[in-house]
């Protein structure tokens, strides 16, 4: 079955510094690969996708995230963060379009003003 | 577009009895997934219904059901309460043709007392 690990339970970074939120997934073929952000209160939302094609995918409010296939990583990213991107952050996968979405465990990310 | 929206939002229980809760999906979405949200578990997939039909399902006891309606609308029921079921209960619509982004619901917070 496939699984998603996110090894930083909670992250804490400057204003204006870079992030990057780690995200490996056990899966043989290329999965469906997500990453979703919950703010407190409020549901989570769609960040990015990738399904196929070029590695590098771009997403809302800035973010950015590489698959890499040797690696079985989906490393979401952002040159420089805002207060506001405090949050929680999911990386998940899907085994095809149409299988069910499994979560990671979520990272944890607190921004210092 | 009116997102998707979930009642109650916020539920009391006691041990034994049982809950329905229900989602309506964005207007046109044909799928509706169910998850449950603990801090110790996390997020994890209960079960999606596309068309009517559960198209996908988690590793959850039978206590916990759902249904589809015509309409697309989507209700979750858990019987049995037990202690350990009080979470976030985040349902996520889309169209449910494969790949597309999932929106998510505000959730229902169930406490079993």
């Known amino acids: 079955a496939q699984s998603v690990t996110q090894p930083d339970i909670h992250i804490t970074v400057s204003e204006g510094a870079s992030l990057e939120l780690r995200c490996n997934y056990s899966?043989?073929?290329?999965?469906?690969l997500f990453w979703y952000v919950q703010s407190p209160g409020q549901g989570l939302q769609l960040l990015l996708k990738?399904?196929?094609?070029?590695?590098l995918v771009q997403g809302i409010k800035g973010f950015e995230a590489e698959f890499k296939r040797s690696q079985s990583s989906f490393n979401l990213r952002k040159p420089s963060v805002h207060w506001s991107d405090a949050a929680e952050y999911f990386c998940?996968?899907?085994?095809?379009?149409?299988?069910?979405?499994?979560f990671g465990p979520g990272t944890s990310l607190s921004v210092i003003p | 577009k009116a997102g998707v929206t979930q009642t109650p939002r916020y539920l009391i229980k006691t041990r034994g009895q049982q809950v329905t809760l229900s989602c309506s999906p964005i207007s046109g979405h044909r799928s509706v997934s169910w998850y449950q949200q603990t801090p110790g578990q996390g997020l994890q997939f209960l079960f999606e219904?596309?068309?009517?039909?559960?198209?996908n399902k988690g590793n959850f006891p039978g206590r916990f059901s759902g249904r589809q309606f015509s309409n697309s609308r989507s209700e979750m029921n858990v019987s049995t309460l037990e202690l350990g079921d009080s979470a976030l209960y985040l349902c996520a619509s889309s169209a449910g043709t494969g790949g597309e982004t999932q929106y998510f619901g505000p959730g229902t917070r169930l406490l079993v007392l």
């Open positions: 219904y596309f068309s009517e039909t559960q198209r």
């Open positions: 998940a996968v899907a085994k095809t379009s149409y299988d069910k979405v499994i």
């Open positions: 990738y399904f196929s094609g070029d590695t």
């Open positions: 899966y043989g073929a290329t999965p469906y």
